[in-house]
């Protein structure tokens, strides 16, 4: 996250003329923005930020080929790179439809930097006086706490959600320096909280991360923590590896004592601006890696007919005469869709083979009565068809999982979390459909899957 190289416009007249904007387009558009959800809330996985806020095409792109499920956005602070101080894509219709399309949006702000940040080119600084113990440096924090709100309220970011303030790499080593900057974000801290937001940090894990740690253990009746820290340390290029395919960074760090902001409360920064092109469209970006709340839930998986299993990490041919468990998870599919009418005995009667005609002849396919793989493939997938990536949890990744097993006999857990081994045998699946190898279940995947093709 790079600041700005333009020179300082006046302060006021920024905030002024950028807020009115959004506030304009907030009266204009009112109902794009109701009722929108707390982001990022509950979340493990990954996401990416872009110094200027994506096109909807791109997001688009993005949404179903990407392994990404988080963005990060510029919404305040004069010291932003961006350029674009309004940032034009940035609207509360955006907002809406990508918390709808089921992005955790990061709203990020960039304004006063430390007063010894090393780029000398950014004049605009936080005050170091350390008079009335930092009483100016408190002040801008608390400005910049109350602009950021504003603004995300116009923009239709709801209470409770996290705004990060981005402070970028400084000498922790001056104390002046230290000490204002820890003022300032103690009292952007307690604003948003007044305010009703929660509290984020980002900065480089040497410096800020390090700094607020230190702060937090020694001092901590003084300085005010936030509640979530973005902590950038970024991997070399011989560790980096596909989000998708490899085990997720650690979100431990040797700058943070283990205990601080763990075990839901921290997110990684852990590859630097770099291009990646999903659906066509390539986007400049940092990478990141989150577990912030509960983290991704399964939820409770549903009971079947009384606690008849459902899940096998493969699913055989039936025919008449057959017995056993998924003899009886195949009658009790059955009878949640109203085509089999028995008793779940385990035993693939002629009344079991009468339902299994139906649902073949509902979903056009040859009329045997015989339950096989393509059969079992449509039975498991039905329903609708909402994206689901890594980082997605709940019923419908139970729902694919299962799919996945009967089509690609991939012995997946069915957890109801997508991790790795889904993402893998999704791209199986994929390939050897005719599919491009996202590892993402979009519309076109689940329509497949219902349709048997393997």
């Not at 800020?208 to 901590?220: N, V, Y």
């Not at 008793?343 to 649902?359: L, S």
């Not at 991790?419 to 279940?441: D, E, I, K, N, W």
Request: proline letters at 4%; hydrophobic letters at 35%.
């Amino acid at each position: 996250m790079l600041l700005s190289a333009s020179r300082r416009v006046r302060r006021a007249t920024v905030v002024l003329t950028s807020l009115a904007t959004v506030v304009a387009g907030v009266l204009a558009s009112s109902p794009a923005h109701a009722g929108n959800r707390v982001t990022p809330g509950g979340f493990t996985g990954y996401g990416f930020d872009q110094c200027k806020t994506p096109t909807q095409q791109a997001m688009d792109a993005w949404l179903t080929s990407s392994p990404y499920w988080a963005v990060g956005v510029y919404i305040a602070g004069d010291n932003r790179a961006c350029g674009d101080a309004v940032q034009s894509e940035l609207t509360p219709g955006w907002i809406s439809t990508q918390l709808r399309n089921g992005w955790r949006v990061l709203p990020i702000t960039v304004g006063p930097q430390a007063s010894c940040y090393v780029n000398k080119k950014k004049k605009i600084r936080i005050t170091s006086d350390p008079t009335d113990n930092y009483a100016s440096a408190r002040l801008e924090g608390r400005t910049e706490a109350r602009d950021t709100v504003s603004r995300a309220r116009a923009l239709g970011i709801a209470a409770k959600s996290t705004l990060w303030y981005d402070i970028e790499a400084y000498d922790i080593g001056n104390q002046r320096c230290n000490e204002s900057a820890l003022s300032f974000l103690t009292a952007w801290t307690r604003t948003l909280h007044n305010l009703g937001y929660v509290s984020g940090v980002y900065s480089s894990a040497s410096s800020g991360i390090r700094a607020l740690d230190r702060a937090r253990l020694s001092q901590p009746r003084r300085f005010t923590m936030p509640d979530r820290v973005w902590v950038a340390e970024w991997q070399s290029a011989e560790e980096y590896r596909d989000p998708s395919t490899s085990a997720a960074p650690s979100l431990y760090s040797a700058y943070l004592a283990d205990d601080g902001w763990m075990p839901n409360r921290r997110m990684r920064q852990y590859r630097g601006g770099h291009q990646e092109t999903h659906g066509g469209v390539t986007i400049s970006i940092d990478t990141n890696y989150l577990h912030l709340g509960r983290g991704t839930r399964a939820g409770k998986a549903p009971r079947f007919c009384r606690g008849t299993r459902v899940d096998f990490p493969k699913y055989r041919r039936l025919a008449f005469g057959t017995r056993g468990a998924q003899v009886s998870a195949l009658q009790c599919l059955l009878k949640r869709k109203s085509l089999y009418g028995g008793r779940v005995t385990g035993f693939y009667n002629r009344g079991t083979a009468r339902a299994v005609r139906r649902f073949q002849r509902n979903h056009g396919d040859r009329v045997s009565g015989r339950m096989l793989i393509r059969n079992w493939t449509m039975l498991l997938s039905a329903g609708p068809h909402p994206v689901a990536k890594i980082g997605s949890g709940g019923n419908m990744v139970r729902r694919l999982q299962r799919s996945l097993n009967a089509a690609t006999r991939s012995g997946l857990a069915v957890d109801g979390l997508f991790g790795t081994a889904t993402t893998a045998a999704l791209r199986q699946y994929q390939g050897s459909v005719g599919l491009r190898r996202t590892g993402v279940a979009d519309p076109d995947t689940w329509t497949l899957l219902q349709q048997g093709r393997l």
